[in-house]
């Protein structure tokens, strides 16, 4: 334990330095906000619970090989690496950034009549799904051949909400709407990440609307009483569904006065423990994969009942998997840095949290800096609210959890392409006073300065 002290101090260190030096370029839609959040919770807390006496992964259990402090700390060591990496890329995005901001943008404009009509047609047919999962009136069991197909319409509703709040506004009526269909998705009884997602998205969007860049306090107690909820969540959704209103209301009052742990999160949720000895069992692997995880995204639109072989998003958990530690049959992750090690060694532990840093702090800062009603803020958002899932599950999640998990945002940015669909607009520097301003004298001024007609856009 006095070795993991000594790494726990090194990361509390690095994690105040990176606070730090980056403080006041960070913002809560900022990537490296998501990461610190991810690496604080995943990383650092865990290794405080472990030297404070929390017990490692698979101790105790029969037949299984546990966890040990000297793979804790090499994990912690390297987390703090990939940290130090991704903190100087997104560093050099901003040099890169503030170095053009005397430069205007073009941006694409989005288009209300587009979230209107994405909203009118997704809203009503995701509902109906998402009734039918609940009612069991659809098929939705492992071998139907369109059962993936019939969860991912599900989500529809909440993805064509977060449009159509994007596009125009909290209306009275989108805010009733959001609050219904989260009702339902936090006491399905599972996937409580459908719960905690969108209401990333919908804080971030908030307050870029109001200007601030970092949560009121209304959001913050919000938080707080969803983090105290969310260790009960799926119990009280399993309660619910059984028609026992009376035990899920206990549960609800327990989130806020027992001080019980047995909804605490148990080892399946001790993220650095499985990172640790999924560094292990790559080290005992016979090659590495160079990037051929990441290619399973290519065959994912087709149902395993038609192609029962097709490769999956988690085949390479059963090449490293051992008899002690079988992560394919007990579901564990590998983190996103686990997974770069799996691809390629020590240099993917530099080189993907170094390509991750710098392109989604450039695309965020390119996003968020324009006015408000620009197609890239919103692609942007909901990108930005599956970071923390992506860190923890691995590069793919991000396209799983924008353009499957959230359709409406795919059928948006698809049809904003189209010529013709979708004007551009020529925005201030970021540098500029009013460069989040929605002027449509902006557009008449560029054009009569390129010698074109005034109002014209930029295509």
Known sequence: ???????????????????????????????????????????????????????????GQANAEAITIDEINRALLWADVGLIVFVLASLWAHLNFEAKAERPTIRRVMNPNIARTIGILCLPIGAYFLYGI??????????????????????????????????????????GLIAFFLGVVALQGYHRFMLILPLLFFAAYYLQTVRRRWPTWPIVVGAILVALIFPRLKYIGASVQYGDYENALTLVKESFVSDKNEFAPGPSEDFLDQYAGALSLIDTNDRKFWGSTYLAIVTLPIPRAWWPNKPGLADHLQEISTSGRNYAVEGRITTYLGESYLNFGYAGLFFIPALMGYLLTAYCLHAATGPMQRLSRYIYLVAFMALVQTFRDGLLSIFVFTFVHNMPMLFALVTHLIPGFAAKSLDRPAADPLAGEEEEEIEAEEARRLGGPEGQNYR
């Open 1 to 59: 334990m006095d070795s993991l002290l000594l790494y726990l101090l090194l990361d509390i260190i690095v994690v105040v330095s990176v606070i730090l030096v980056m403080f006041r370029r960070m913002a809560f839609w900022h990537p490296l906000t998501a990461y610190l959040l991810f690496h604080l919770y995943s990383f650092s807390y865990r290794a405080f619970k472990i030297y404070a006496g929390a017990p490692l992964m698979y101790e």
């Open 134 to 175: 609940k009612s069991a009136t659809l098929d939705v069991s492992v071998d139907a051949a369109s059962a993936g197909y019939v969860q991912v319409i599900s989500m529809w509703p909440i993805g064509a909400l977060g449009l159509l709040v994007f596009a125009f506004g909290f209306r009275w009526y989108l805010v």
